[in-house]
Nanobody, 123 residues
Framework: QVRLTESGGGSVQPGDSLTLSCAAS????????MAWFRQSAGKEREFLAD????????KYAESVKGRFIISRDNAKNSVLLQMNNLTPEDTAVYYC????????????????WGQGTQVTVSS
């Protein structure tokens, strides 16, 4: 299966923007539905956004709608998550996932994850 590697995390201040990247090897991401999740200390892994395979639809969690943007960079076989107006509540480890699930799904339904990248938002 395709191997995923996230990058772009770091420490930023409230109000800053950050763009995460999920790069793939061993497969073409355009054939997968790609999703971003995050997990903060003591909490379950939370769905943020996904983008369907090929030119599929985009969905966002209400908590990030209007602030986060998911997109594909097919030339680089990667998926991006642009995060704007970050707050301390956005502090978490961010994960990308590749799957072929349809309809509603949760993190426990997905088996193919990257290793995660830490995002810390503090003043």
């Amino acid at each position: 299966q395709v191997r995923l590697t996230e990058s772009g995390g770091g420490s930023v201040q409230p109000g800053d923007s950050l763009t995460l990247s999920c790069a793939a090897s061993g497969g073409m991401l355009v054939t997968y539905t790609m999703a971003w999740f995050r997990q903060s200390a003591g909490k379950e892994r939370e769905f943020l956004a996904d983008i369907g395979h090929m030119f599929g639809p985009i969905k966002y969690a209400e908590s990030v709608k209007g602030r986060f943007i998911i997109s594909r960079d097919n030339a680089k076989n990667s998926v991006l998550l642009q995060m704007n107006n970050l707050t301390p509540e956005d502090t978490a480890v961010y994960y990308c996932a590749a799957h072929h699930l349809s309809g509603t799904y949760s993190a426990s339904d997905i088996s193919n994850w990257g290793q995660g990248t830490q995002v810390t938002v503090s003043s």
